[in-house]
């Protein structure tokens, strides 16, 4: 089955720096790979996906990249600010005909220093 | 529109009781899920539900049951506690045919003494 890997587990970078958090997965089948961002104490939530037929997608100060070949995609945050503070887990799936069973990678905890 | 709903928030049990977490949704999705959230091992997939009277294993379904309802509810029962099922408990609803994104509820946080 599919396995997700996730680096770093941890990081900490100064406001207003960039952050970008990498994935690997295993099963050439995966074609879609969102990312969810969960603050403390709180329910994930979708920040970002991408699907196979795309190498890169944005939406504001954040990206997302997709290489195939390499079987990485990778989550960038521009211009970080304090609210960007939470842990991001990325995640693949194939594409769903009915469920769709998402494999999640193991979390990176962002922290943004003032 | 609450979304995705979860109780009880929190629950304390001891090894061997039972015990069943209710979900519900009022979005109208087709496909709910169960997972289980451990430090430093993120999400990972129980049992899910593709649609009403149907449901299947997840990656880690041993020593659970679950219960699809109705459309709107799905709930995840635990038949003997023990305490590697200390975990937080998150229930998520998708509607695969209109987009991808999964809903989540609040969590349960259960511990198993």
Known sequence: ???????????????????????????????YFPWYKQE???????????????GEKKDQRIAVTLNKTAKHFSL???ETQPEDSAVYFCAASETP???????????????INP | NAGVTQTPKFQVLKTGQSMTLQC???????????????????????????????????????GYNVSRLNKRE???RLESAAPSQTSVYFCASSEPRARYEQYFGPGTRLTVT
């Not at chain 1, 403390?40 to 795309?54: A, C, E």
């Not at chain 2, 289980?36 to 539900?49: E, K, V």
């Open chain 1, 76 to 78: 960038h945050i521009t």
């Open chain 1, 40 to 54: 403390l104490g709180k329910r994930p939530q979708l920040i970002i996906d991408i699907r196979s037929n795309v």
């Open chain 2, 74 to 76: 799905f709930s995840l």
């Open chain 2, 24 to 62: 519900a949704q009022d979005m109208n999705h087709n496909s709910m899920y169960w997972y289980r959230q451990d430090p430093g091992m993120g999400l990972r997939l129980i049992y899910y539900s593709a649609s009403e009277g149907t449901t299947d294993k997840g990656e880690v379904p041993n």
């Open chain 1, 1 to 31: 089955g599919e396995n997700v890997e996730q680096h770093p587990s941890t990081l900490s970078v100064q406001e207003g720096d960039s952050a970008v958090i990498k994935c690997t997965y295993s099963d050439s089948a995966s074609n």
């Open chain 1, 97 to 111: 005909k009915g469920a769709q069973k998402l494999v999640f990678g193991q979390g990176t905890r962002l922290t």
